[in-house]
């Protein structure tokens, strides 16, 4: 981090923390470089970093100011989707956003790649080259089926976090989280049979149910509490639902913490109609609040909570390792996983291991929650300065996606298209249903960077939408 | 390799070239030691490896004499497995075998590991090293979901080898042979379908089968020519058969190489029951002879052969890259390689891909194919000398395996148990049967060291069997 870059970021601080407040003048910038002992032009730096971002404004003649408080969007409302059970499409639509990946001309708002640019995550390059050195024989030998005894065991001790306490022997490593959902489902599920399914959902999640032929039913979410506990137990009552999949922590793409009351409301619907629970707890981790927020898992007590995690989000996805706690299921995952994707790669385990036991793991935690709250609020503030008036913009509790939506007239599937051409990609919400809702929605991944070019590829997502209104 | 190792693999190489004849005299000790510039002891060191191997006999007081060439044992005859579809179990059994990977007191002859100890697999731990230090970005993010370009580009030039003309397009990595194997099942059948299988059949294979409830029909096999024809036609016309999986180059467990003319008589069969040939082809580039046989692909006009291997016999099973050329299914394939199994991990696929480009894939080849002949005639050696008469053993055109059939009262799942407790693990003939056949033979991986350890040990399981067959 350089000079100015360090001093906008605590200036940044102070106006978060109110030390500064709204509307206030700021300090002038001969004073702030006496004050830090750096030039006058860093300090012009800083004021410019922050003025980009809108925290700031200039007035001429008079210095920085701290910039009124906007009135924030209003939150998405409860969803409402179609609720019977459905299949699941549009694979050619998330097979375009997946190409994309390595196309370094594209930027991928739509994606869900995390920043793994940060300092904090040099200690795991050095474990991995440590670990090649080191370790020849485990890194190039079969991996045990269920993974990793160390890495196993590291887990454990974090998903004490969570409340869950589950030892190192009842982990199954997987070759990340969405491995570890598919294992899951192939465990529990037959084709022919219906999951339900928080709605907007994860477009990962849905092709996962439309490849092993199950049916999705889509129950209806609110955009702060998460599923409705009543739609889901009307559902139950109507189709014979083999399971629920939820992402209560820092949900995808939604962002909300599901109230603890109404995590132990749903697993004691699960057991009443006896339904497995497929908890997604990829982002739980990246909780904006510390501590981080209970697993429904912690509660469970038979064993029908599957909790699917990995370190993609935290670390970095080109490690593929996320592991399963897979309750009663136990056996019947090592199976599938043995059937579906066999063993995984030793030497990623054993650097993730070597970094967790060495304190590195909750250092670069609490750097990216910081990071990706604040990467979200610069975000928020460009999509409240670029996008069309009207539309309703989510607060995530956690993690670093926003979830925006726009008046019923646009059509973001086109806009989608046209922004292709642009060299711009973003996810449209159609993604997120089975039943061909959201189309007036989009997910925006906050975890690119900040830069100039991000904000000038925003303010053309900006005026496709404004020229999408227009037009309908 | 350590001097008189050097001096023994020589003088094995003259012997094995006809050099030095059956039943004739060696050179002295002393003229050896002059002959290489090498101490007494070295030279006696040399002599009694090669005793050990039984490649040479000491006679008192007159030197060494090239061992007489014994009668082999004869090779099995044609199977006759039951021919109707059933589903395969035998679940458990293979657990254990799979379990015992990581205990480093266990003898596991009954595994599939290579031997990953050769000077020739070093520049890939080097590769492996410098990729981590200097490609960070990709080692970190997502992989493509196709896999690594640069690396599907050296696959497809392998393939030329096998006789394929495939673009690195239309390639797809995957966690591993196994792993390939899986995703093309799931992309082709639905359970319930009906699969044709070599038998014996490699018991992982079978157990993807059971995972996906797909019936195994077992269709009598040769153990030097493969699979029959005309048995194959039978059941297709009796059944509704999907595919059938082959593994026609020194095929696992039989280590036969099919004859060219078969392949293509398969390949015409498949064409005129339109069926699908899953080819594993994971020992192929193993064969003894140079250069290596052709792959059924290599015939196929219609894109109805999917192609399956990977790297894990000839480099090494952590790394965890494998590859499918999926033919007219890649499409499905891909689909079904996002739900079962997701992304890979990019750091082996970058290391393996500069191994090939660098030249040293070939050269550690050339070595190893050398090297598991040699293997393989030891423990020839060693079974006829330890273990009971009246057995047959296959002789493996290529691979490390070798498959022994005992005497019909023999019961290998009972001797396999009794040797657990000896701390040896060997793969009794059953689990490569869906419908409860071959109790009475055994697969012995001869990539194990040849150390007096090991010869112990299958003196050990000699001793088993001769026991078994007093009992019976």
Request: proline fraction near 6%; hydrophobic fraction near 40%.
């Amino acid at each position: 981090m350089t000079r100015y870059q360090h001093l906008a970021s605590l200036l940044a601080e102070r106006i978060e923390q109110g030390l500064y407040r709204h509307g206030e003048k700021l300090p002038s910038v001969r004073s702030l470089s006496l004050e830090h002992g750096v030039s006058i032009s860093t300090v012009q730096q800083a004021y410019q970093v922050l003025e980009n971002q809108q925290l700031i404004v200039p007035r001429p003649r008079s210095g920085y100011f701290v910039a009124p408080r906007k009135m924030q969007p209003p939150e998405p409302a409860m969803t409402r989707p179609v609720q019977r059970p459905v299949e699941v499409t549009q694979w050619d639509e998330v097979m375009t956003l997946l190409d994309g990946r390595s196309d370094k001309n594209l930027l991928t708002f739509g994606g869900g790649a995390p920043d793994i640019s940060h300092p904090s995550l040099k200690p795991l390059w050095r474990e991995m080259s440590r670990v090649v050195q080191h370790n020849l024989q485990e890194v190039f030998s079969y991996d045990d089926l269920a993974g990793r005894q160390e890495l196993r065991e590291q887990i454990a001790r974090l998903m004490l976090d969570g409340g869950a306490n589950i030892t190192a022997d009842e982990l199954i490593i997987t070759s990340g989280c969405h491995n570890a959902l598919s294992v899951a489902l192939l465990a529990v599920c037959k084709p022919g049979d219906i999951v339900a399914v928080e709605s907007p959902c994860y477009y990962g999640t849905m092709q996962l149910l439309r490849s092993f032929d199950i049916k999705a039913i889509e129950i209806p979410t609110d955009s702060q509490t998460g599923i409705s506990v009543e739609a889901l137990e009307l559902a139950l009552e109507q189709w014979p639902i083999k399971g629920v999949i939820l992402v209560p922590n820092c949900n995808n793409p939604l962002g909300f913490i599901m109230p603890e009351p109404r995590k132990r409301a749903v697993l004691a619907l699960a057991q009443r109609h006896d339904i497995v629970i497929f908890e997604d707890d990829i982002y739980g981790e990246l909780a904006t609040d510390y501590p981080r927020p209970r697993t429904i898992n912690s509660y469970d007590i038979d064993g029908r909570v599957v909790l699917c995690s990995s370190f993609t989000k935290t670390l970095a996805p080109g490690l593929r390792v996320g592991w399963i706690a897979p309750g009663r299921y136990r056996e019947r995952v090592l199976q599938m996983k043995y059937a579906a994707s066999g063993t995984n790669v030793p030497a990623t385990q054993l650097a993730v291991a070597a970094f967790i036991r060495d304190g590195h793991y909750h250092r670069h935690l609490r750097r990216m929650r910081l990071h990706y709250q604040r990467q979200m609020e610069i975000y928020t503030c460009w999509v409240r300065e670029y996008f069309p008036c009207g539309i309703c913009v989510t607060r995530p509790k956690g993690g670093f996606m926003l979830w925006i939506e726009l008046p019923e007239s646009v059509d973001m599937v086109c806009v989608a298209r046209q922004l292709t051409r642009l060299k711009i990609r973003v996810a449209p919400g159609s993604l997120f249903s089975a039943s061909g809702k959201y189309r007036n929605c989009l997910r925006i991944n906050c975890a690119l960077p900040t830069s100039e070019r991000h904000q000038q590829a925003l303010k053309q997502v900006g005026e496709a939408l404004h020229h999408a209104m227009e037009e309908s």
